[in-house]
């Protein structure tokens, strides 16, 4: 299942869990698990959309007009690149 | 005293389990050389005490975090008399997961199948005794929050803990990887390793922890850790995704889930936002039905409101002052400086609070994401990192954290075109400037003019990145993959806490930076002494004078718009500040939207707004890009190259309107 997960977003450039959901014909919340994993494996990593800096928010003269709804991406990383030219 | 050790996912409401179980019979405390906390309870059950230790939440039993470790070793330790694993009913698939590792490992489980009213209310039927029968261990149904089944789930565990049997659990990870095992095992075997089968899959499966407790308390021949070493690579992933395969067979024989919708509402509101050729232009549309609700509701029902209250204090303020037989300084420094200048800034905050309100309600359904990703297509067309959109869209509201997001974008290239572009999205400190302007001259297509100036930033910063990729940076851009998170209704309380957050920042500013530029700036407009003040011959009319031929070709070559734009460079907000403030005699909104209309022809506001929207970011973003950079050539690249642009696209737009008889 995680092959799939990985080989599938490694096709697409955008993906919500309900359509890999339904190209792999597996269970939406298993989607969800299977990224998790892969996330954990280190096989694709998440890239923040808010700033990543050395100053915490608290202390940060710019939080409140900061992007606290993060838009989710994701990189397959050099591990996941390698294992996809394996499958 | 016997020893029961609960495990469970996060969530799974394992602690609600250890709080029904020991009441206030708790202990808190910090496992030995790690900063996870230990929660050790006591209760009694026929008259028997039983001790009862929370360990911390966790999804595996990898060596992924602290929070793993401290479960796996205490697990591993043998110090517990039988483990419960908290399993929640309406996510089974994930919670089965960390079961199938606790019975690999041998330990002796039962599962508190938790949340069952949860799982009914969302149609999920769970046959408790299929369960049961396929991971051959006790399973009970709970509901931890209402004590139900804990009697019933406390009398299973300490029969199955004094029972004589052993959990059986039999993975098949196919055929090389289960002969692998089985060769790791009997090297442990013969080490009288306690959980033999357990370390020799972990061992395969990479995990560093294991590896370096293998290496030291076991002697396994050099030769068996290298091959070891050498496989784990391709085994990793196999292993755990025969797990999950486990865990589905399980899951098929005894859980049934309501049929999957076909198609949600998401997947068909996505075929139409995110379609090819119309996402665009949806985006485009909502954005300028925004804008005319902004006006609509921010200028015509709520301006007219805040506009006379400013005006009400401005001039009870200015009465008081004379009452009491303050300075004329003073007088004039609160009735021009203040109320001429910040109060102006101040006028325009209904249209700022109803413009992030709708923003943020776009935010909150989940909309942003299919924005990026439409835009996502357009610049890769352009040779354009997609991720770029989304420091974009994180630029509308101010430039600075849009700069941050540029750490995202993994390679030099896309970060740098990114940063340098970023400054051309018009930030809220830009927006009373448009709305200025738009009161004095567009007043009947205040939504159209916003729109097509916010549009025209992102066109400008397009072609700007494309001309940067193909003169500045060369490299081939990464690539990344986007998550469309579900729609989802926008939550109130949310999207007044985003908007009131952007609105508190603009009055912070302000009351801050935007204050001192304006007092400094009035200071320079009354000296020397005995010149008119706010006049040509003032300090800051003699500088805006030498300054102001710059901006001639532009066609606002006065002093009062040249020294209002460079005022803008420590803050953009000041450039309203200070119109209003050199426009001696003008002490609220209306009246410096006439003198502009003096001044000012429709055509060179253009161009004017055109400046304002593309030249020099503020002194902040300036900051920003050095930090980010690390690099004083490029923070004045960055100053340079917007404030030259800015000044070509108005001379030009100045041009060649007068040419066209405007």
New interface residues.
């Given amino acids: ?3 799939d997960v990985l080989k599938e ?2 096709r ?8 890999i ?2 190209s792999l014909d597996i ?4 989607v ?3 990224i ?2 892969l996330i ?2 280190g ?2 990593v998440e ?7 050395e100053v915490k928010c608290s202390g940060c003269a ?1 939080s ?6 993060a ?6 990383t050099d ?1 996941g690149r ?2 996809l030219n ?1 499958i | 005293m016997s020893i029961i050790a609960l495990v469970g996912n996060p969530n799974s409401g394992k602690t609600t389990l250890f709080n029904a179980l020991t009441g206030s019979n708790q202990h808190i405390g910090n496992w030995p050389g790690v900063t996870v906390e230990k929660k050790e309870g006591k209760f009694k059950h026929k008259e028997k005490q039983y001790s009862v230790i929370d360990l911390p939440g966790t999804y595996s039993l990898g060596a992924y975090s602290e929070d793993e470790l401290v479960a796996r070793n205490f697990i591993l330790s043998g110090a517990s008399d039988v483990v419960i694993n908290v399993v929640d009913a309406t996510n089974i698939e994930r919670n089965l997961y960390l079961t199938t590792q606790l019975l690999e490992m041998g330990v002796k489980v039962v599962v508190a199948l938790n949340m069952m009213d949860e799982a009914k209310q969302k149609n999920i039927e769970i046959d408790v005794c299929a369960l049961s029968k396929s991971l051959g261990i006790p399973v009970v149904a709970t509901i931890a929050s209402k004590n139900k089944g804990l009697e019933d789930l406390i009398e299973k565990a300490v029969e199955y803990a004094s029972s004589g049997e052993q959990p059986r659990i039999d993975i098949s990870y196919g055929e090389e990887i289960d002969r692998e095992i089985d060769r790791v095992k009997g090297f442990l075997d013969s080490s009288k390793s306690d959980h033999p089968k357990w370390l020799a899959i972990k061992l395969l499966e990479g995990d560093e922890e294991i590896y370096k407790l293998v290496e030291k308390k076991f002697k396994l021949p050099e030769d068996l850790l290298a091959s070891i070493k050498e496989k784990t690579p391709d085994y990793e992933l196999e292993i755990v995704d025969k797990r999950y395969a486990f865990v589905g067979n399980i899951v098929s024989l005894a859980v049934k889930k309501p049929a999957r919708e076909v198609e949600t509402i998401t997947d068909k509101l996505d075929k139409i936002v995110t379609h090819k050729y119309f996402g665009i232009p949806i985006f485009a549309i909502i954005m300028f039905i925004i804008f005319q609700l902004t006006f609509v509701i921010g200028q015509d029902l709520l301006g007219g409101y805040v506009a006379g209250f400013v005006e009400f204090i401005g001039e009870n303020l200015v009465k008081l002052l004379e009452l009491i037989n303050s300075p004329e300084w003073l007088q004039s420094f609160v009735s021009e400086g203040i109320f001429g200048g910040i109060g102006t800034v101040f006028e325009f905050i209904p249209l700022i609070v109803v413009l992030y309100f709708f923003i943020g309600i776009l935010e909150d359904t989940g909309y942003m994401a299919r924005a990026a990703y439409v835009m996502d297509g357009l610049m890769r067309a352009i040779g354009l990192h997609g991720k770029t959109f989304i420091s974009m869209i994180v630029g509308f509201g101010c430039n600075v954290p849009g700069i941050m997001a540029t750490r995202t974008l993994d390679n030099k290239k896309d970060r740098m075109i990114a940063l340098l572009i970023n400054p051309f999205m018009s930030c809220g400190a830009r927006l009373p400037i448009y709305l200025v302007f738009i009161a004095a001259f567009f007043p009947n297509n205040g939504a159209l003019v916003l729109f097509l100036l916010y549009a025209f930033g992102i066109v400008m910063a397009l072609i700007m990145g494309k001309i940067f990729s193909k003169v500045l940076f060369k490299e081939e851009s990464s690539h990344f993959i986007m998550e469309l998170p579900p729609y989802r209704l926008p939550i109130f309380k949310y999207v007044i806490r985003s908007m009131w957050d952007k609105v508190w920042d603009f009055l912070y500013r302000a009351g801050s930076i935007i204050f001192v530029v304006v007092a400094l700036l009035w200071v320079l407009s009354v000296l020397p002494f005995g010149v008119e003040p706010y006049s040509q011959e003032s300090i800051l009319g003699r500088i805006g004078t030498i300054l102001a031929p710059i901006f001639a070709p532009a066609g606002f070559g006065t002093w009062q718009a040249t020294v209002s734009l460079f005022a803008g460079i420590a803050a953009k907000e000041a450039v309203v500040a200070i119109l209003g403030m050199v426009y001696a005699g003008v002490s609220e909104g209306t009246e410096l939207v006439l003198a502009l209309q003096d001044v000012f022809t429709p055509l060179t506001a253009v161009s004017f707004l055109v400046m304002t929207l593309l030249y020099t970011p503020c002194a902040a973003v300036l900051g920003t890009v050095k930090r980010e950079t690390n690099s004083v050539k490029w923070t004045i690249f960055m100053a340079l190259y917007t404030f030259v642009l800015g000044w070509i696209v108005a001379v030009l737009i100045y041009q060649v309107g007068r040419l066209l008889g405007f």
């Fill in positions: 299942m995680l092959k977003i490694s697409i450039r955008v993906y919500s869990t309900s359509t959901a339904d269970d939406e919340e298993l969800k698990e299977a998790f994993q954990r494996m096989y694709i890239d923040e959309t808010s700033p990543t800096c710019y409140s007009i900061c992007n606290t709804k838009i989710k991406t994701f990189s397959i591990k390698l294992l394996k």
